[in-house]
T-cell receptor
Framework: QKEVEQNSGPLSVPEGAIASLNCTYS??????FFWYRQYSGKSPELIMSIYSNGDKEDGRFTAQLNKASQYVSLLIRDSQPSDSATYLCAVNNQFYFGTGTSLTVIP | GAGVSQSPRYKVAKRGQDVALRCDPISGHVSLFWYQQALGQGPEFLTYFQNEAQLDKSGLPSDRFFAERPEGSVSTLKIQRTQQEDSAVYLCASSTSHGNEQYFGPGTRLTVT
């Protein structure tokens, strides 16, 4: 079992819809959780971090953490074509990344 | 201020050659990480430095891979006797400390022919 699991997608949503990205992790002792966005041919760019259970909102992005169920999710509201990218979930004990979920927002 | 920089951005090496990849972290960032990213995959952890100390090198795939950060700033990832399976993007990231947000450089795309 990999340390961090993500559905590789691809996930397609129409412009203006909510995109929901999910991630599960195996190490119950994990404390730090991050979502990165990676455009094709570019390096990962941090978009959200979350450390405690519950929701954290930043603009159109909401990260949700549930340590008991060992999952972390990212919601993107009012999705835009510019949100089309691969979204990487990362868990920071040894900084494991998921394989990423490819998101396409259709105009 | 300036972000993480890496050089070269692209490197083509013949099988068996040695290569050296450089990373300049964000000034003041004590933690530095190296990752290997194959096409369509997430970054795979290689090694981690806290200042000049290499605290974890468990991700280095073989003894052909060697990393150093002698003065706690610039880091070099060296790959000896390159093989075709070493072809990947090598990413460097830095953070203020382990567990905090990491900021990535643009990566070095290594192609071994």
């Amino acid at each position: 079992q990999k340390e961090v699991e993500q559905n590789s997608g691809p996930l397609s949503v129409p412009e203006g819809a909510i995109a929901s990205l999910n991630c599960t992790y195996s190490d119950r002792g994990s404390q730090s959780f991050f979502w990165y966005r990676q455009y094709s041919g570019k390096s990962p760019e941090l978009i959200m971090s979350i450390y405690s259970n519950g929701d954290k909102e930043d603009g159109r992005f909401t990260a949700q953490l549930n340590k008991a169920s060992q999952y972390v999710s990212l919601l993107i509201r009012d999705s835009q074509p510019s949100d089309s990218a691969t979204y990487l979930c990362a868990v920071n004990n040894q900084f494991y990344f998921g394989t990423g979920t490819s998101l396409t927002v259709i105009p | 201020g300036a972000g993480v920089s890496q050089s070269p951005r692209y490197k083509v090496a013949k099988r068996g050659q040695d290569v050296a990849l450089r990373c300049d972290p964000i000034s003041g960032h004590v933690s530095l990480f190296w990752y290997q990213q194959a096409l369509g995959q997430g970054p795979e952890f290689l090694t981690y430095f806290q200042n000049e100390a290499q605290l974890d090198k468990s991700g280095l795939p073989s003894d052909r891979f060697f990393a150093e950060r002698p003065e706690g700033s610039v880091s070099t990832l060296k790959i000896q006797r390159t093989q075709q399976e070493d072809s990947a993007v090598y990413l460097c990231a830095s953070s203020t400390s382990h567990g905090n947000e990491q900021y990535f450089g643009p990566g070095t795309r290594l192609t071994v022919t």
